[in-house]
């Protein structure tokens, strides 16, 4: 399977405009499945509750309905990041679309920061969505932290991971490498460059450096700090079904629940 990263530079609110260049970059890369960043379309450092709820819209909105049209004509799935309204608030969410529409959607389970006044912590979990015969799960961005998400997705079958992302912190990259070594999955991350200036609001400069890092913790494509760009390369999705790392250990049936604990959030 061909996969890849589309790495755009969103300018903030600007909704149309970001939608038509990330087509355009679209167009130009080849790939059966390409990954969006997080927010693509709108950008990422709201002011207001006010300004994201009349930035978003819902899954079966423009955006989706635009990245759909590409997907039928061009034959490939795109996963990307949007800010989704429902009656019930909005949520930091990825579409899956592939020929046939809109396959689901993640909401993203572990916001960010700021991000926590503005969005609904994600209320999907981690589903595992088919595309052609390939397994394929979605983090979004900050997910990065927390082992367990894509210990989810792997637990539940994922051969690769889409991941688009805005990272301001350098170590998303890093550890997504350690995510592929312990799960033996693909993990793509398509991350946005630019910088949000926001005024009183803040100023926040993305890093980059989106990537595939493979099982064996290789990242055969990575992709500058600065600057649009698309890559793709040819992977074997089957290769993240074998999970033995050595010939004794299993990264999923080696593992100790008995030991862990259920854990507790107030330490
Ligand atoms: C992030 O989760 N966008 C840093």
Request: charged share 20%; net charge negative; proline share 7%.
């Amino acid at each position: 399977m061909l996969v890849g990263y589309v790495q755009t530079e969103p300018r903030f609110g600007q909704v149309s405009g970001n939608l038509q260049r990330a087509l355009d970059l679209l167009e130009d890369a080849p790939g059966e499945l390409l990954v969006l960043p997080e927010l693509f379309t709108t950008g990422y450092l709201f002011a207001s509750a006010a300004e994201l709820h009349d930035l978003a819209e819902p899954a079966d909105g423009p955006c989706v309905r635009a990245v759909a049209a590409h997907c039928a004509t061009r034959g490939r799935w795109v996963v990307g990041g949007f800010a989704e309204r429902t009656p019930q608030g909005v949520y930091n969410s990825a579409f899956v679309v592939g020929p046939d529409g809109l396959v689901g959607v993640y909401r993203k389970a572990h916001l960010f920061n700021d991000e926590k006044r503005w969005f609904l912590p994600g209320d999907l979990g981690f589903p595992v969505f088919e595309i052609g015969g390939v397994r394929l799960g979605v983090l979004v961005c900050f997910d990065w932290c927390f082992p367990e998400a894509a210990r989810s997705l792997a637990l539940a079958g994922a051969q690769i991971i889409a991941h688009p992302s805005n990272l301001v912190l350098p170590h998303a990259q890093n550890a997504m490498v350690t995510r592929c070594l312990e799960n033996q999955v693909f993990v793509i991350t398509a991350n946005r460059v630019g910088v949000d200036d926001r005024g009183a609001a803040g100023v926040l400069r993305f890093t980059g450096r989106s990537q595939v890092a493979c099982p064996d913790g290789t990242r055969p494509l990575v992709a500058p700090e600065l600057g649009e760009c698309h890559d793709a390369l040819e992977i074997d999705p089957g290769r993240a079904d074998q999970k033995w790392i050595t010939p004794r250990n299993h990264v999923l049936e080696d593992r100790r629940p008995d030991l862990y604990g259920g854990g507790s959030s107030s330490g």
